[in-house]
């Protein structure tokens, strides 16, 4: 058997996503060289993408026993792990991988993953940032840039860090000039910092510049109906011009023929509350 060229043979077959060949060629491979840790790797690479991930464990543990100094072979264990929901031991070897050395792409990919982790098990948000900023401080085009702004602001908000909050909202609409949900992100922040001058011009500015499906027509009316009450809670002495402003507004969204029946259930219980606040 020529192994340079059966090894050339899988790596071509897994790039065209015929794994089942790779994992064929690797067996071979394994059969006449035994100690071929990349032998290995391939296979579990294979098992992997097709989310086989027990035997790909097993695949990845035998390349790390024949060669325990290769960081990319404890990132895809720890992608094994991952997917399983083993958490503990996803983060181990993510961090063995960082330890022992990879490749850009993958270091970044590495250190997001690893705030997923962070946040996610005993809420450690403090790693958990401290992960998003490394794999955003490496070079390059970061796949998952978008994914670790809305985590962020997810934990700034909880943290009740508004302002750092606001911040990674400002760099998502950057990244989403045409997502609506930029937009609604960065209103609910102004609010939690009251920043109503601030709410009102970021609505203003999702209805000038996007191009508005139904749906999202709908939630930017509740959500100047929401600025309203919010004004009326803010402002006593003129509560009642402002929530007869925001029963204005919701009853204005009825007119859509297009508003599904939740919405206007949304809409009347919106409705009844103001009414109690206003003791009618």
Not at 44 to 63: C, H, I, M, V
Not at 208 to 236: H, N, P, R, W, Y
């Amino acid at each position: 058997m020529n192994i340079e060229l059966a090894f050339k043979e899988a790596q071509t077959a897994f790039s065209s996503e015929q794994y089942d060949k790779v994992l064929d060629i690797c067996s071979a491979l394994i059969e006449y060289e035994p100690s071929g840790a990349e032998y290995y790797a391939l296979a579990g690479n294979a098992e992997l993408s097709k989310n086989e991930l027990t035997q790909a464990e097993s695949y990845f543990k035998r390349a790390i026993e024949i060669n325990p100094y290769v960081g990319v072979y404890y990132f895809n264990l720890a992608n094994c792990y991952f997917g399983q929901k083993r958490l503990a031991e996803a983060l181990n070897n993510y961090s063995r991988a960082v330890d022992l050395g990879c490749n850009d792409t993958v270091t970044q990919k590495v250190y997001y993953i690893m705030g997923l982790i962070n946040q996610s098990i005993n809420n450690d948000y403090e790693n958990a940032l401290v992960n998003y900023k490394k794999s955003e401080l490496i070079q390059g085009v970061n796949e998952n840039q978008v994914d670790i702004l809305l985590n962020k602001v997810q934990i700034y908000v909880e943290l009740h860090r508004f302002s750092d909050a606001e911040s990674c909202a400002l760099q998502l609409k950057l990244l989403l000039p045409n997502e609506f949900q930029s937009y609604q992100l960065l209103f609910q922040i102004y609010l939690e910092q009251k920043k109503i001058k601030e709410a009102k011009q970021i609505l203003q500015e999702a209805e000038s510049t996007l191009v508005l499906a139904s749906e999202i027509t709908t939630e930017i009316g509740f959500d100047k109906a929401m600025l309203l009450c919010f004004m009326a809670e803010q402002d006593a002495k003129n509560a009642e011009h402002h929530y007869k402003k925001a029963l204005q507004q919701l009853a204005s969204l009825e007119d859509n023929t297009a508003l599904s029946e939740k919405d206007r259930c949304e809409i009347l219980l919106t409705s009844a509350d103001i009414y109690m606040k206003l003791e009618r």
